[in-house]
Nanobody, 124 residues
Framework: QVQLVESGGGLVQAGGSLRLSCAAS????????MGWFRQAPGKEREFVAA????????INADSVKGRFTISRDNAKNTVYLQMNSLKPEDTAVYYC?????????????????WGQGTQVTVSS
């Protein structure tokens, strides 16, 4: 069973940057699509970005286009989310997830394994 651990969250001022990492263990993720989601207090979990198993295909939510970049290093069994030009509305717990298929999707229920999340707080 794949286990995912996120890291890299923290407190940052608006306009700043953070890089989240998601390390997988218990199996290789090189054949699986990966996604990042986030959940703010009182809100539903929302899609942020996803990447195919090869890394060739990516999808970003409209709210983060041009600011966030998802990438992966299959040799390190790790997925990243580079977040630039952060805004207070980006404040949330960020989760990574893996889908036991190679193609990207934006629907949370189609992902099979989830990490425990990392808190990102953007101050104004």
């Amino acid at each position: 069973q794949v286990q995912l651990v996120e890291s890299g969250g923290g407190l940052v001022q608006a306009g700043g940057s953070l890089r989240l990492s998601c390390a997988a263990s218990g199996g290789t993720i090189m054949n699986y699509a990966m996604g990042w989601f986030r959940q703010a207090p009182g809100k539903e979990r929302e899609f942020v970005a996803a990447i195919s198993s090869s890394g060739v295909s990516t999808i970003n939510a409209d709210s983060v286009k041009g600011r966030f970049t998802i990438s992966r290093d299959n040799a390190k069994n790790t997925v990243y989310l580079q977040m630039n030009s952060l805004k207070p509305e980006d404040t949330a717990v960020y989760y990574c997830a893996t889908r036991l298929k190679f193609s990207v999707v934006v629907t949370a229920s189609l992902y099979d394994y989830w990490g425990q999340g990392t808190q990102v707080t953007v101050s104004s």
